[in-house]
């Protein structure tokens, strides 16, 4: 699986929008972008996934650079609940039995 | 969306005794599970694969004789970690994934075991 870089820590204001880069440029093609998070002492929570178009779900924005070598998760409205870390991984979907590979993640802390 | 528990959320043991933790797929059925485990401020490292019928694919680095993981339906996959030492305390954590044509992976919320 490519590898992804993600800044170690980022701060937002509650209310604000929280965007969370990623660089992932050694990404293949048939490699989807997935983001999870992690509360303190919980299992990781599914954010959103894209391949190339850009992605919208009720929690987050997913923007994919057109060459697909980096992407921004966008937390529109930020809150105190999404205090977490936010992981990035690449990964062939739609591929039976391959795991999520985790790295350091991004640790956003949204203040009041 | 599909729902994984786990069992216990946490547990203490003594050194050298045996802890056995359940993983479910409460909604769906998951012909793929993977455990990871997590240490303090660090992030999940993947342990095994483990898929329903068959023998556990293990990560290199981990002991399969000591971390023992069974998948014998497609909801429940357990791992026993045989003769525990205090290096072993941790945050478990399973996944599950469906069946064909949905490949997304849900998490269980996650074991914490301490080892005395």
């Known amino acids: 699986d490519a590898k992804t870089t993600q800044p170690t820590s980022m701060d937002c204001a509650e209310g604000r929008a929280a965007n969370l880069p990623c660089n992932h440029s050694t990404i293949s093609g048939n490699e989807y972008v997935y983001w999870y998070r992690q509360i303190h002492s919980q299992g990781p929570q599914y954010i959103i996934h894209g391949l190339k178009n850009n992605e919208t779900n009720e929690m987050a924005s997913l923007i994919i650079t057109e060459d697909r070598k980096s992407s921004t998760l966008i937390l529109p409205h930020a809150t105190l609940r999404d205090t977490a870390v936010y992981y990035c991984i690449v990964r062939v979907a739609e591929q039976a039995g391959t795991a999520l590979i985790f790295g350091k993640g991004t640790t956003l802390s949204v203040s009041s | 969306g599909a729902v994984v528990s786990q069992h216990p959320s946490w547990v203490i043991c003594k050194s050298g005794t045996s802890v056995k933790i359940e993983c479910r797929s409460l909604?769906?059925?998951?012909?793929?599970m993977f455990w990871y485990r997590q240490f303090p401020k660090q992030s999940l490292m993947l342990m095994a694969t483990s898929n329903e019928g068959s023998k556990a694919t293990y990560e290199q680095g981990v002991e399969k004789d000591k971390f023992l993981i069974n998948h014998a339906s497609l909801t429940l996959s357990t791992l026993t970690v045989t003769s525990a030492h205090p290096e072993d305390s941790s945050f478990y954590i399973c996944?599950?994934?469906?069946?064909?044509?949905?490949?997304?992976?849900?998490f269980g919320p996650g074991t914490r075991l301490t080892v005395t």
């Open positions: 909604d769906f059925q998951a012909t793929t």
């Open positions: 996944s599950a994934e469906g069946l064909a044509g949905e490949y997304e992976q849900y």
